[in-house]
C-alpha cells in the first residue's frame, strides 16, 4: 500500500494574498463598489503596486491596499503599511490616473483581514 504525502506547508503566502483580495473584493462590491482594475502595477523595477482599484457611487477613485494577517504580532495588518509602503502606493495611483483626461476625486483605502475579521479603513492616509 502506498501513502501520499501530505503538503505541511498549506498554501503559499501569494495563495493567501490572493484569497484575502477576494474577499476584500466582494465585501467592496457588497458596499457598492465598482471594479476598475486589480493589481494595477506601474512598468519597471521599484514601482508601485495597487491590490484594487475601485469607483465608489459618486465616482471617487478608491485605491485599496489589502492585509491579511494571522497573528498580530507587529501591530497586525494595518500598521504594515508603512511610510516607504504608502509612497509606492500613491507612485502607482500617480501613474494609473495619468490616462484619465480629467482627474476624479481620490482617496486611499486599507482593508485588513486579521482573526477579528475584515476592516476597512476609509482614507487611511493622505495622498497629498
Do not use: C
Not at 493589481?39 to 491590490?51: A, C, F, L, M, V
Not at 459618486?58 to 504580532?73: L, P
Amino acid at each position: 500500500m502506498q501513502f501520499l504525502k501530505k503538503d505541511k506547508a498549506g498554501p503559499t503566502t501569494k495563495a493567501r494574498g490572493d484569497a484575502g483580495e477576494d474577499e476584500a473584493l466582494a465585501y467592496l462590491q457588497a458596499q457598492g463598489l465598482r471594479l476598475l482594475q486589480r493589481n494595477y502595477r506601474t512598468p519597471g523595477r521599484g514601482g508601485g503596486e495597487i491590490d484594487l482599484i475601485m469607483q465608489a457611487r459618486d465616482g471617487t477613485v478608491v485605491f485599496v491596499e489589502v492585509r491579511k494577517r494571522s497573528r498580530t504580532d507587529h501591530g497586525g495588518a494595518a500598521a504594515s503599511i508603512g511610510p516607504v509602503k504608502q509612497r509606492r502606493i500613491l507612485f502607482a495611483a500617480q501613474h494609473y490616473l495619468l490616462r484619465w483626461r480629467q482627474l476624479p476625486p481620490a482617496r486611499f483605502d486599507v482593508v485588513t483581514i486579521e482573526a477579528q475579521g475584515l476592516q476597512w479603513l476609509q482614507a487611511a492616509f493622505d495622498g497629498g
